[in-house]
């Protein structure tokens, strides 16, 4: 091997046992971590309803109670309440 001249001004040295391990060792993560894909998360539609579920405002107890009283006794719908709602709704799918 003495007959073989180093390529350029690279100087070789001697490689041992435990530095070519290390050497492959490295090797070897850097191709485990090159060919591994991106971590991704897929969240459900259920999740992301569920997630939605915790943005919404308080009940209000007792503005539901009062609502329920007038209902049960007629008073709630009246045309200009029905008008209100037919046209809210109307307005939130245009």
Avoid: C, F, K, W
């Avoid at 040295?13 to 060919?35: F, K, M, N, P, W």
Wanted: net charge negative.
């Amino acid at each position: 091997m003495s007959g073989v001249s180093p390529v350029g001004d690279v100087q070789l040295g001697r490689v041992d046992a435990e530095s070519r391990v290390a050497r492959d060792r490295t090797a070897s993560l850097s191709i485990a971590r090159s060919d591994r894909a991106s971590d991704r998360v897929d969240v459900s539609p259920v999740a992301q309803y569920l997630s939605r579920l915790n943005d919404l405002p308080e009940i209000r107890e007792s503005l539901v109670a009062r609502i329920r009283g007038q209902i049960d006794s007629g008073a709630y719908e009246t045309p200009e309440r029905l008008d209100a709602a037919i046209d809210q709704l109307i307005g939130e799918h245009r």
